[in-house]
């Protein structure tokens, strides 16, 4: 199941507010021209920003999300409706084979059980073609980005379009590496609603990604830093073996 603040009627509309300008989106734009990519499939798509942007350039995009509400969101962006939306895991996606699968932001996280996360590595591979790439960020567990967590604040009131003022605010629940939950609650000042959202990441380190990737037909390329985190997250280029 999705957490909430994805899946959730009241917090998917308001999730792009709250996430701000995705100044992380143009370098998968780069790596997809570098990568010749004609056809893309966007791996946990949300509210579509990057598919959007992706299909904007003349791509054939498919975003595929197990979050209805996200994905009601996303068709909203896209009204003239040029990029294929798929509600279900990757192994849902049924259409022709990708030269480029994306995982952005905490997807690849998102994951817990090995079997969960290899199921995803096989659904993305038989998505790709031959030769195809596979792309994706993750953060650096030596970084240990939840103690930043702990001590910010993370208190924000936005005044946002249609829905009105909304309080965030965020909290560490517990930390269980390699496991660190979280806790997003969100209230609505228009009728004093609450909704909580539940969220746990699993960081993997360097070595542990190769070694799952390898194991499921993908051959490693190269490792990035993401340019909007230096030193906190690792970009994974890997190619479709066989």
């Known amino acids: 199941m999705p957490d909430a603040i994805f899946a959730h009627a009241r917090l998917a509309p308001i999730y792009d507010a709250f996430d701000g300008d995705r100044d992380d989106l ?21 509210t579509g920003s990057l598919a959007v942007l992706l299909a904007a350039t003349g791509r054939t995009v498919v975003g595929v999300d197990p979050a209805e509400a996200s994905l009601d969101v996303a068709r909203g962006k896209d009204p003239a409706a040029r990029v294929t939306w798929v509600h279900g895991e990757v192994g849902s996606v049924t259409a022709p084979r990708v030269e480029l699968a994306l ?5 690849a996280q998102v994951f817990l059980a ?3 996360w290899g199921r995803t590595l096989t659904g993305v591979r038989t998505a790709l073609r031959p030769g195809g790439h596979l792309v994706f960020e993750t953060r650096r567990p030596e970084r240990r980005a939840w103690e930043d967590w702990q ?18 605010r965020r909290e560490v629940t517990d930390i269980r590496l390699p496991y660190v939950s979280f806790r997003h609650t969100y209230r609505f000042m228009t ?9 746990t990441l699993r960081f993997r380190d360097r070595d542990e990604v190769e070694d799952s990737l390898a194991a499921h037909g993908f051959q490693v390329h190269e490792v990035r830093e993401a340019p909007d985190r230096p030193g906190r997250e690792y970009v994974f280029i890997a190619q479709r073996t066989g």
């Open 191 to 199: 009728d004093g609603a609450v909704v909580t959202s539940d969220s």
């Open 114 to 116: 090995d079997e969960d």
């Open 26 to 46: 143009t370098a998968y734009l780069g790596i997809a021209d570098e990568l010749g990519a004609d056809r893309v499939l966007d791996v946990g798509c949300g």
């Open 103 to 107: 995982m952005t932001g905490n997807v």
């Open 151 to 168: 001590t910010d604040d993370a208190h924000t009131v936005l005044d946002i379009p249609g829905v009105g003022r909304v309080e965030q």
